[in-house]
């Protein structure tokens, strides 16, 4: 090992125990064979011959080197302390991949919406180095929530409703939230999250029946723990059709309902247009005088807002969940399935209770929102 003072210095700081340690370390932060050349040189001292033996030996299905090339890459590593290429090229894989990371975040800052591919795609860079880097910076993929558009006259009524409703709290257990349904052959399908499992691909399908449809119109209403009878609405749903109902089937409806909660009920309803008609609301007065909510009424309902009404978070989910949860073939078949689910809520007091006591934190929740939607929230 001859050479100047200078290299007879470098040396041993080269075969040190500490630089076998680093450049073992590098093969595999570089993956690179230059590092695994070196390696082997300095278990050699130098020895190319011995070398390229141990290098076939540690590395049996790699390439093998030619002596020359250990001898360059042994000598490089000693003039200069480092090997030939490899820190140029790690620096620079190492910006570039900062860059692209800075890339990568800046993109999804601006587009929160965009598919990772597509960010991918924009940005030439692979969909794993996407998914890693954003884990890296933990973003994590939420799913968007489906709310209810508010207009701008909407704020103003939600607030009024909600401070009036939270100002009793035990104005649920005295408050017959009623509302219409439609139940269709074909209920709701989202298929977003239907698979069949096969080695290949069985080409599976979801039946719909536009040419043979049937439906069923339901009116609902939940007091306190107990829910009302269901009655099926024939045709279509007129100002009309609605008061010769309140008149006629609605006191029938509530003969078990206990009279001191029917003394001291309030109706609710939304302000469908059948619901707002003149006739609707003298009715009302007359039947409930001052103690309904809806459009129009002492105590208004605001619009657009089944937030705030537990069979619309609540009832008509569970309802749904049973009716469908076989496909449907007879409008008769519908019907039944309606009225079991009906029954099958109906004894299930303690999940009503809760449902209709969450109409307050419904509320609170609302008004913590600045009136805007909150379902997302939770």
Not at 297 to 309: E, H, M, Q, T, V
Request: proline fraction near 5%; glycine fraction near 6%; include cysteine.
């Amino acid at each position: 090992m001859g050479g100047t003072s200078d290299s007879v210095q470098l040396v041993p700081y080269v075969l040190s125990s500490r630089c076998v340690r680093y450049v073992h370390d590098a093969i595999y932060i570089f993956s690179c064979r230059v590092c695994r050349y070196d390696l082997c040189c300095g278990f050699c001292d130098g020895n190319s011959v011995q070398a390229v033996a141990e290098y076939q030996q540690r590395f049996p299905n790699r390439r093998i080197p030619n002596r020359r090339v250990c001898t360059r890459v042994y000598q490089t590593l000693r003039d200069t302390g480092t090997l030939p290429g490899v820190r140029i090229a790690a620096e620079r894989d190492v910006n570039e991949g900062v860059d692209e990371e800075e890339d990568i975040v800046q993109m999804v800052q601006s587009s929160p919406r965009a598919g990772t591919r597509r960010i991918a795609r924009r940005l030439r860079v692979p969909h794993t180095r996407m998914w890693r880097t954003l884990r890296a910076e933990g973003m994590y993929p939420y799913h968007v929530q489906r709310v209810q558009h508010l207009g701008p006259g909407d704020f103003a009524e939600r607030l009024e409703f909600c401070k009036w409703l939270n100002g009793s709290r035990e104005l649920h257990r005295y408050s017959l939230f009623s509302d219409e349904s439609q139940f269709s052959r074909d209920g709701v399908n989202n298929t977003h999250n239907s698979h069949a499992w096969a080695d290949e691909n069985p080409h599976a399908t979801v039946e719909s029946n536009f040419q043979q449809r049937f439906s069923v119109n339901e009116w609902y209403a939940v007091l306190d723990d107990q829910l009302i009878v269901p009655f099926i609405l024939e045709g279509r749903l007129t100002r009309e059709a609605y008061l010769g109902f309140l008149q006629e089937e609605l006191p029938r409806l509530l003969e078990d309902v206990p009279l001191n909660k029917r003394g001291r009920m309030y109706f609710q309803h939304d302000g469908a247009p059948p619901h707002s008609s003149h006739e609707v609301r003298n009715f009302l007065n007359y039947r409930f005088p001052g103690r309904w909510i809806g459009r129009g009424g002492p105590n208004k309902w605001p619009a657009r807002s089944p937030d705030l009404s537990p069979l619309d978070y609540c009832v008509w989910g569970w309802m749904k969940e049973l009716v469908y949860s076989v496909k449907v073939v007879t409008r008769d078949e519908l019907l039944s399935r309606i009225l079991d689910a009906a029954n099958r809520n109906r004894n299930r007091q303690r999940k009503l209770q809760r449902a209709t006591r969450a109409v307050h934190n419904q509320a609170a929740a609302c008004v913590a929102a600045g009136r805007g939607t909150f379902e997302n929230q939770f």
